[in-house]
Nanobody, 124 residues
């Protein structure tokens, strides 16, 4: 069974950057539809970005569009979320998962293999 592990969270000041990584033990994620999700205290889970396994096309939620970038690190077989221009409202636990798909394109809806998450805190 695929088990995903996130890393790279931490504390950063507003306007700063963080780079999150999603990896699976023993296998590469090159052909998987992988998404990043976040859950802030007292709020529901939000799908923020995904990358398709078929062609590495990407999707973003409006809340992060233009600030976050999802990509694949082909050398390591991982999925990266580069987060720039961070805001206090980005504070949340960030998790990666295999996503649902529509016509071979990823959706911002998680399906399986949820990681345990990594905490991102944006505060001065």
């Amino acid at each position: 069974q695929l088990r995903l592990v996130e890393s790279g969270g931490g504390l950063v000041q507003p306007g700063g950057s963080l780079r999150l990584s999603c990896a699976a033990s023993g296998i590469t994620l090159d052909n998987f539809d992988i998404g990043w999700f976040r859950q802030a205290p007292g709020k529901g889970r939000e799908g923020i970005s995904c990358i398709s396994g078929s062609d590495s096309s990407t999707k973003y939620a409006d809340s992060v569009k233009g600030r976050f970038t999802i990509s694949r690190d082909n050398a390591k077989g991982t999925v990266i979320l580069q987060m720039d221009s961070l805001k206090p409202e980005d504070t949340a636990i960030y998790s990666c998962a295999v996503t649902m798909t529509n016509q071979n394109k990823c959706l911002l809806r998680g399906l399986a293999s949820w990681g345990q998450g990594t905490q991102v805190t944006v505060s001065s």
